[in-house]
């Protein structure tokens, strides 16, 4: 899945009988509305305080990714979806001088405009809603530029956006 290299990034397939699975695995979620996708900027008093990322967090012992994702997005956003809402792009090992080794899951989902969001203010300042171009700009989270760029291709398909990025 990994077709170029990355710093923080590495190939890892959990399908795999053989791969070892990280005893730290997180979820995260593109969640579209039209041709925007919902960023949140960390509150915690860590090294990536202030910056941007797409919602998510780790899961518990033996928790499914799917249900994990279901769990943090409800604690993050206030919103409980359903499993179906979820499609999985892609996965991979992050190595980060900040949150150390885990194994990530990146899904989307598309939501309606009237999706009322209330985010826990203990974990984040703010949310905003920001096309594909806006995120690229933006202060991220260590590694979420690369987990982007991991899933890119189908992002832009389920964006429909005509040209890459």
Known sequence: MLQQTYRYLSKWDPSDIDAVIPPIQVVTCIFQCEDKFLV???????????????????LDQNEEPIYGLIRESYEELGVRFSKEMFQLLGTAISRTPSDGQ???YVYHAVVPSDLNIEINYAEHYAFRWVTVQEFLSL????AQREAFMLVQDKVIGLFNLTKKI
């Open 40 to 58: 949140l900027q960390r509150a915690r008093k860590d090294l990536q305080h202030n910056l941007w990322g797409i919602p998510g967090g780790k």
């Open 102 to 104: 885990y194994g990530l």
């Open 139 to 142: 202060d991220l989270l260590t």
